[in-house]
């Protein structure tokens, strides 16, 4: 029942996530055109490209000023989302917060049920502080925006299901989606709270029969009675497998292990950063209207980036070209720089070789360095990636100017990414890494990768 009920949040979540996205290209467009949107009738239509798109609306000051598309919704020129009424008080919790908040579902002043995200947009003025410029807002219609949530599939498998949340304007519950068969009442439920932009709905699951009525509950004790009977059989027999001593039995322990560090590499690779693929993918639907050439280029380097990625899972033994791996580090950076812009200065004194290196262990120090070091820093910094080659080795550095940290406090609490670097390399004769990082400083990762036999 949890898990049902966490993957409706997360379907929820992932609905309106790629709505409320839009307001982040009303805010570049802003930023662009210098707080002017006398012009914003030729991107309009892309956004509003959805049927449950009610408006997109423009708030200089907090005073609805503009809304496209007009027809339909003229009522809401002039509304001032500093007073009372509904919605309101999550524009003024955005600008005081200066974070996206959704609100809703409520009825809107020009009719009908919607839900609206207010985004506060702050330009910079003449002495380059930022300013408060008003809100713009994207309004969907509901519940058809919520037409294809997967909450009508539980009933037939035994449960029913609520969405609800606290309205903030008179504090009572308010019901957003219910399955057909509501929850039967006094059953004790299973609840999630799901946050949506600065917004908590909770999804509250309960069976529509009592436990011990549940057929699968039977089936499920059986199955795991079951697979607890395996379990020990197969404790049991590796017991029996540490005991012999044979050369035979050895190589295949080794065999084993080094299956599972494969999987569990695809595993970690499986588990890529959602946040990056929103960000970027967010940053491409903005770039795709404002600045094309900027968005062919990123999805080139997306592309390149995941190629690499996917290939590495594949490679034989773990082990692949550098001067691949480069080309996914400068993929990966490329896209860091048209998000973050001169916050991020990448430096690369790399002599024209290749040789053979166990992936995975460049990118995720320069991905480190990049997320941890620059990105905090205010004013941003450079990350510098080198390679030396000496008599036996190969040595890759890569140091950035970041934040830094003190390792003799962090020890212990390492990044997977940084833990992963070093697992991979300890498979490898003569591969190594090395840290130092001092705060406000930066940190300075050396990575060496000794040379193959040529016989």
Not at 38 to 60: M, S
Not at 63 to 75: R, S, T
Not at 197 to 221: E, G, H, K, M, Q
């Amino acid at each position: 029942m949890g898990y049902i009920a966490r993957a409706i949040g997360a379907e929820t979540y992932e609905t309106l996530l790629s709505q409320m996205s839009k307001t982040r290209v009303l805010e570049a467009y802003l930023m662009q055109t210098g707080g002017s949107y006398e012009d914003f009738d030729e991107i309009a239509g892309v956004l509003l490209r959805e049927d449950f798109v009610r408006n997109v609306l423009f708030a200089p000051d907090g005073i609805v000023d503009a809304v496209f598309p007009l027809e339909g919704n003229e009522a809401v020129i002039g509304l001032n989302m500093y007073e009372d009424g509904a919605g309101n008080r999550e524009a003024q919790a955005a600008i005081e917060k200066k974070e996206l908040y959704i609100a809703g579902p409520f009825e809107l002043i020009q009719g009908g049920i919607g839900i609206a995200g207010r985004l506060p947009v702050f330009l910079e003025d003449q002495q380059g502080k930022p300013r408060f410029w008003g809100i713009v807002s994207v309004t969907l219609d509901f519940p058809e925006v919520l037409s294809g949530s997967s909450i009508q599939q539980v009933n037939p498998q035994g449960f029913a299901c609520r969405i609800w949340r606290t309205n903030p304007d008179d504090g009572q519950l308010q019901t957003i989606l219910e399955t057909d068969m509501p929850l039967p009442e006094g059953r004790e439920t299973v609840d999630y709270e799901q946050t949506l932009f600065n917004s908590t709905w909770t999804v509250s699951l309960a069976s529509l029969r009592p436990w011990y009525l549940r057929a699968d509950l039977w089936l499920s004790v059986a199955v795991s009675l079951l697979v607890a009977l395996l379990a020990a059989v197969g404790v049991f027999a590796a017991e029996r497998l540490r005991q012999v001593k044979t050369e035979e039995s050895q190589r295949e322990i080794q065999r084993l292990q080094e299956q599972l560090e494969y999987e569990q590499g695809n595993m970690l690779l499986s588990q890529i950063r959602s946040h990056f693929f929103y960000h970027t993918l967010n940053s491409l639907q903005a770039l795709i209207v404002l600045q094309p050439d900027a968005a062919y280029k990123m999805a080139g380097d997306f592309s390149r980036y995941l190629r690499f990625s996917l290939d590495s899972v594949t490679a034989d033994g773990g082990v692949g070209s550098f001067r691949e791996e480069l080309r996914a580090v400068r993929a990966y950076a490329d896209i860091n720089q048209q998000q973050l812009g001169d916050r991020l200065h990448m430096v690369y004194d790399i002599p024209d070789a290749d040789f053979q290196i166990p992936l995975l262990t460049i990118q995720p120090i320069v991905e480190n360095a990049i997320l941890h070091g620059i990105k905090p820093k205010v004013g941003g910094g450079t990350v510098t990636l080198k390679l030396e080659e000496l008599a036996d080795c190969w040595r890759v550095t890569v140091d950035d100017d970041g934040v830094g940290f003190d390792p003799e406090t962090t020890r212990g609490r390492s990044s997977i990414g940084l833990e992963n670097v070093r697992r991979r390399l300890a498979r490898f004769p003569g591969c190594e890494l090395r840290l130092t990082s001092f705060p406000g400083v930066g940190t300075k990762v050396i990575l060496i990768y000794r040379k193959q036999d040529k016989n």
